[in-house]
């Protein structure tokens, strides 16, 4: 496994009560579109099959089968405005998401950055994808947010990012 020497110390952003849902991530400083603002380490294991709170708030492992990742960070804090039980086609507010992430298994990290100028004060909000993208795995949730979003297909690799 491939580790990085350092990661990304969240400095844009903190967790605060949200109006969204109990807590949230938001901005603490303007923040730039295209800013990775996190890098969080994951934890694979068999969590998402429990039947514990952390079902709530673990990803899909991308690339092992029946595998999560529980992250470090405030990754698992981020918020969504989207309904996990309908489909993107069936709505949601779109305009709101303002952060994607992708998953680097060969590092077990998830990293999150903006998808448009960020304010002071604002709260990150991510899709989390339709409960079908959810088990099949976040690539296809990203693929359909970015679609959603009228954004260009997104692969792992982000060159444009510093990650």
């Not at 969204?20 to 938001?26: A, D, E, K, Q, W």
């Not at 303007?30 to 694979?44: A, N, R, T």
């Not at 994607?100 to 960020?118: A, I």
Request: some cysteine.
């Amino acid at each position: 496994m491939e580790y990085k020497d350092e990661l990304i110390i969240p400095d844009a952003i903190q967790v605060q009560k949200s109006g969204t849902h109990g807590y949230g991530v938001f901005a603490v400083r303007d923040i730039q579109e295209g800013e990775v603002i996190e890098q969080c380490y994951g934890l694979s294991g068999r969590y998402f099959n429990t039947d514990s709170v952390l079902k709530n708030y673990v990803f899909k492992h991308t690339t092992i089968k029946n595998m999560s990742v529980l992250l470090t960070g405030y990754g698992m804090i981020y918020n969504t405005v989207l309904d996990a039980t309908k489909s993107h086609s069936r709505g949601g507010d779109y305009d709101r998401l303002n952060v994607r992430y992708w998953h680097l298994p060969e590092m077990n990290l998830f990293v999150f950055q903006t998808t448009k100028d960020v304010k002071e004060g604002e709260e990150l909000l991510v899709s989390y994808g339709n409960a079908a993208d959810v088990t099949k795995g976040i690539k296809r949730g990203i693929k359909e947010q970015n679609e959603g979003q009228g954004w260009e297909e997104v692969d792992r690799s982000f060159p444009d990012a510093e990650i």
